[in-house]
């Protein structure tokens, strides 16, 4: 899993018709100590109604489609947590 912060939305109204109902979201992975984003942004199917501006847990690959109502779907990447806290030892 992939600590990141959603930045934004896709609409998309022309896609794979397995996509349709699916709510895309631009997400950016961070580094959880200083909480800034690396330079690569992605696009995630998001299966827990995240929002812009919230912290995010991310999977990618064939744990992507592991995730609930997303088997046999063309997507590389998903959200599945939205994250309340991150506490590090020092």
């Given at each position: ?49 995240a929002g812009v501006g919230e912290t995010v847990l991310i999977v990618s ?30």
């Amino acid at each position: 899993m992939i600590l990141a912060r959603v930045v934004g939305t896709v609409v998309a109204t022309r896609k794979d018709s397995r996509l349709v109902s699916s709510k895309l979201l631009v997400v950016q992975p961070i580094d959880p100590r200083s909480k800034t984003g690396a330079s690569n942004y992605l696009v995630a199917v998001d299966t827990v109604d995240a929002g812009v501006g919230e912290t995010v847990l991310i999977v990618s690959g064939s744990s992507a489609r592991m995730a609930t109502g997303l088997k046999d779907r063309p997507i590389d990447t998903a959200i599945v947590g939205i994250v309340d806290a991150v506490e590090l030892a020092d």
